[in-house]
């Protein structure tokens, strides 16, 4: 079964507004959450390590102030595109460990128009 | 940090015959290296991995082999069929619930 679980799938949103997207790991607690962010016809690139608790790690040259991460319990982490951009366009998907295996969210299709 | 990189970036191989997909790293401190094969639209599947204390991991139709004082791993399909049509990434990382550095990624198309 379904390991991590990513919400919404799919969002359009107008430029300047603000897109939560949320993680959840099914039926055990993740301390840890990787945030990555997959553009056409790349690679997936770590934006940010969610931790449980405290601040989120984030990857060079990714805007803190841009991508909020919230990682309030052991089973929730959300990300906040924030003031969305059409260049913020892209796949985002969440990671997480179980058993030292790297599992994924479904993946979140974001369109900024 | 981690650096990965993945050749070729595009590969056509006729059914039936067998594919290899390379990758290198940098950090000599990554033991942990998965390969993902990612279907359009679709999240990371993991097909095969391989952690630093062995050199081979076999699983059917697919292989992983290391050299880590090469700092190289490769990834090969035998016996190739349609449905192994997709993008594989390979990656690496220091193991234990470390992040993953993906490399580039390779366009696998079967011809049938």
């Known amino acids: 079964g379904a390991v991590v679980s990513q919400h919404p799938s799919w969002v359009i949103c107008k430029s300047g507004t603000s897109v939560k997207i949320e993680c959840r790991s099914l039926?055990?607690?993740?301390?840890?959450m990787f945030w990555y962010r997959q553009f056409p016809k790349k690679s997936l690139m770590l934006m940010a390590t969610?931790?449980?608790?405290?601040?989120?790690?984030?990857e060079q040259g990714v805007e803190k102030d841009k991508f909020l991460i919230n990682h309030a319990s052991l089973t929730l982490s959300t990300l906040t595109v924030t003031s969305a951009h059409p260049e913020d366009s892209s796949f985002y998907i969440c990671?997480?460990?179980?058993?030292?295996?790297?599992?994924f969210g479904q993946g979140t299709r974001l369109t900024v128009v | 940090g981690e650096n990965v990189e993945q050749h070729p970036s595009t590969l056509s191989v006729q059914e039936g015959d067998s594919a290899v997909i390379k990758c290198t790293y940098s950090d000599s401190a990554s033991n942990y290296f998965p390969w993902y094969k990612q279907e359009l639209g679709k999240r990371p599947q993991l097909i095969i991995d391989?952690?630093?204390?062995?050199g081979e991991k076999k699983d059917q139709r697919i292989a992983v082999t290391l050299n880590k004082t090469a700092k190289h791993f490769s990834l090969h399909i035998t016996e190739t069929q349609p449905e192994d049509s997709a993008v594989y990434f390979c990656?690496?990382?220091?193991?234990?619930?470390?992040?993953?550095?993906f490399g580039t990624g390779t366009r696998l198309t079967i011809i049938p």
């Open positions: 969610s931790n449980e608790g405290s601040k989120a790690t984030y």
């Open positions: 391989i952690r630093s204390n062995v």
């Open positions: 990671s997480v460990y179980r058993n030292l295996e790297a599992f």
């Open positions: 039926d055990f607690q993740a301390t840890t």
């Open positions: 990656a690496a990382s220091r193991g234990g619930n470390e992040k993953l550095t």
